[in-house]
């Protein structure tokens, strides 16, 4: 599966089941109208985006969830990654959109903000749902300012912190041990080097060159402030460019890479270590890549997430299921929060982390009952730690993340001098932040 870290427009619509209608009934505050399968079970239309083994294991599950009871149908359809998000605002406008959608924390508070979603903060205020069960730091991603109130306005779906995969083989030729896994950005760079071949045959690292808003907040001052200031341009930012800098100019790390040519790199043995997230493991195993995993170093970055936090820079993609504004208070609703309730039980959360290398949303699940999937019990202890790099504002993340791209791409593809690149991605930057300010 392949998923950008900027979900500027996560997902959208096509492959639908539909099953034969019988009749319709009134929604009672949605945006249209209620329809009833022929055995009189209130259809709910959910998107989604998964299309290899994490898709079919997301089908086993909505399939027992529609098995489980006799008044609610999912109808689950697929949808492009890349268009998800797009199609589904325009859909919703009309009220003939998805009731529910996963996407991703970024673009979700917007569309919290303009009423494109509902927020779910009485899902969680019924405790017999078993939220209290939720990973702590994942519903944090997800806890907006709406209107001056503090709401809940998601339900966890696959949250997947990055972390940097190594090829064991080569670490060990390289007389490398345990003792030697890095916990800082210097020493990442001190490992890329004993991992680099000089004859060009195996190179240290293979990093895409965007995407790094996470990695901007955990070592430097990230590109704006939780209140929306730009704060792109700092000497803690400057620095950390340079030492990625360092990497490349080097020849440690694989020049001009996107996520996608950063695994095929890894997986075909010219890199020795990849920074992706948790899907990476069966794709290693697939290509007979053996491997191991650990956190991407934590930096030494000034910026303050919500939480306090700093120097915490690990990412991920964080994808959350979302209730549309065209369900309202409509006979759908209850249906797709029991459904939120039977996707993150235990039992499904330990079936949805086996089938599709997500860690669980739910912390109940123990190291054993994913021994199967090891690497990705181990991921799971990531999350705390793992934050959404471009989020908190109504709007403006595709523009945002597109400036900073530029900024990173050309530090590592040119030999710009960074102070100037900073100067240009703080104007842009600042431009978007005027311009999608409340």
Excluded at 319 to 338: A, C, F, H, M, N
Aim: glycine letters at 12%.
């Amino acid at each position: 599966m392949k998923i950008k870290k900027n979900l500027v427009a996560a997902t959208a619509a096509v492959l639908a089941a539909g099953m034969a209608l019988a009749g319709c009934g009134s929604s009672n505050g949605g945006s249209g109208d209620v329809q009833k399968t022929a055995d009189g079970k209130v259809k709910i239309t959910m998107w989604h985006g998964f299309s290899e083994a994490d898709g079919k294991t997301l089908e086993s599950i909505v399939d027992d969830f529609n098995k489980s009871q006799d008044k609610y149908e999912i109808d689950a359809q697929l949808q492009p990654w890349s268009t998800i998000g797009e199609t589904m605002v325009t859909k919703v406008t009309t009220g003939d959109g998805p009731d529910f959608v996963t996407t991703g924390a970024d673009n979700g508070q917007g569309w919290s903000i303009d009423g494109t979603f509902q927020c779910v903060s009485d899902f969680y205020a019924d405790k017999d749902n078993g939220t209290d069960e939720y990973l702590d730091n994942v519903v944090k991603q997800i806890t907006f300012n709406i209107d001056g109130k503090e709401e809940k306005c998601a339900v966890p779906m696959g949250y997947a912190p990055t972390s940097v995969w190594y090829n064991t083989d080569m670490w060990k030729a390289a007389g490398l041990t345990d003792k030697d896994i890095p916990t800082t950005w210097d020493q990442l760079l001190e490992v890329a080097k004993k991992l680099t071949k000089s004859d060009g045959s195996q190179y240290g690292l293979a990093m895409a060159d965007s995407g790094w808003a996470a990695y901007m907040k955990g070592n430097g001052t990230g590109l704006y402030t939780t209140d929306g200031k730009v704060s792109i341009n700092s000497k803690e930012n400057k620095a950390f460019l340079q030492k990625m800098r360092d990497f490349y100019n080097g020849g440690y790390a694989v020049p001009g890479l996107d996520d996608t040519a950063a695994r095929e790199s890894f997986e075909s043995g010219q890199s020795a270590m990849v920074i992706v997230g948790p899907w990476e493991d069966q794709a290693a195993t697939d290509k007979g890549i053996n491997h191991d995993t650990f956190a991407v170093p934590d930096g030494d970055g000034t910026y303050k997430y919500a939480d306090g936090k700093t120097g915490s820079n690990t990412g991920s993609t964080g994808l959350y299921w979302w209730v549309t504004s065209q369900v309202g208070d409509s006979e759908k609703l209850p249906g797709i929060y029991e459904f939120f309730k039977f996707y993150n039980n235990h039992d499904n959360q330990v079936k949805w982390s086996l089938g599709s290398a997500y860690p669980p949303n739910n912390k109940t699940v123990t190291a054993d009952e994913l021994s199967d999937r090891p690497l990705i019990a181990k991921i799971s202890q990531y999350t705390d730690n793992s934050y959404i790099g471009i989020a908190g504002l109504k709007g403006g993340f595709g523009d945002i993340a597109a400036s900073l791209d530029t900024l990173t791409q050309n530090t590592v593809r040119t030999s710009d001098d960074i102070q100037g690149l900073l100067d240009q991605a703080e104007s842009s930057i600042s431009g978007y932040l005027d311009e999608y300010a409340e």
